[in-house]
């Protein structure tokens, strides 16, 4: 029990210092650059670009989900109401859909400042007060979370993945174990999104500001 107790103790120790060691990382950045510059302002802003890109063509295929979803319920409730038809693929297909448009969007959604958020202080601070909170908030808030739900998402995606998990009904659909690796796909883009935000911040607190996109478009 006491030996379980400390490996309890030591995990939990270990996701919530992966924020200390990303804030340490994006402070030695901006610390570093005084004498590698250059090429230190070079590979971040290759870093960030290329995670913005991925985040970007991801939502700009999981966009068409939203056509496709709302198609099926139309087409569901006429079969249904009209003629009098169901079937259980098509319904579960929309489960599906609608997972995968909210768990891969979520990405890009953070890169264009499109979340919720509490902004009460936050736009009238200065350019360097907005970077210190963003990167204070992606390390502490995001980073801490997202490691969470990558670890148990990953366990329940594992145990799905073993059996081959499918629907619990005999004619769904049969790619359960499918639907739920969307899950820590989901954490672990979300942790790349959220080091890349870190690290613009760090930019932006050296004197090299790489704004992100007010809109998808706008990065496109």
């Known amino acids: 029990m ?64 939203a056509p496709m979803m709302a198609l ?3 087409a569901l409730v006429i079969t249904r109401y009209v003629f009098g038809l169901s079937a259980i693929k098509p319904q579960e ?6 997972a995968l448009l909210f768990l891969l969007a979520a990405p890009a ?29 992606a390390t502490f808030l995001l980073m801490p979370i997202a490691i969470l739900i990558f670890k148990y998402g990953g366990s329940y995606a594992a145990r799905a993945w073993v059996f081959h998990e499918g629907s619990a009904e005999a004619n769904g659909l049969q790619a359960v174990y499918l639907l739920k690796t969307s899950i820590p796909v989901f954490a672990a883009l979300m942790m790349a999104q959220g080091s890349a935000m870190a690290l613009r911040a760090a930019l932006c607190l050296y004197g090299e500001p790489m704004p992100a996109p007010q809109s998808i478009e706008e990065h496109v």
């Open 109 to 137: 959604t953070l890169l264009t400042n499109g979340h919720v958020r509490v902004d009460i202080y936050y736009e009238k601070l200065s350019e360097q007060g907005r970077a210190i909170v963003d990167l204070l908030g």
């Open 72 to 74: 099926t319920v139309a």
């Open 93 to 98: 297909s929309v489960i599906y859909m609608h």
């Open 2 to 65: 006491s030996f379980l107790f400390s490996n309890t103790v030591f995990s939990w120790g270990v996701l919530w210092a992966q924020p200390l060691l990303v804030l340490a990382f994006s402070l030695l950045v901006v610390r570093a650059m005084g004498r590698h510059a250059e090429g230190l302002v070079e590979v971040s802003t290759l870093f960030v670009r290329l995670v913005d890109w991925l985040s970007v063509a991801i939502i700009e295929t999981a966009k068409w989900l």
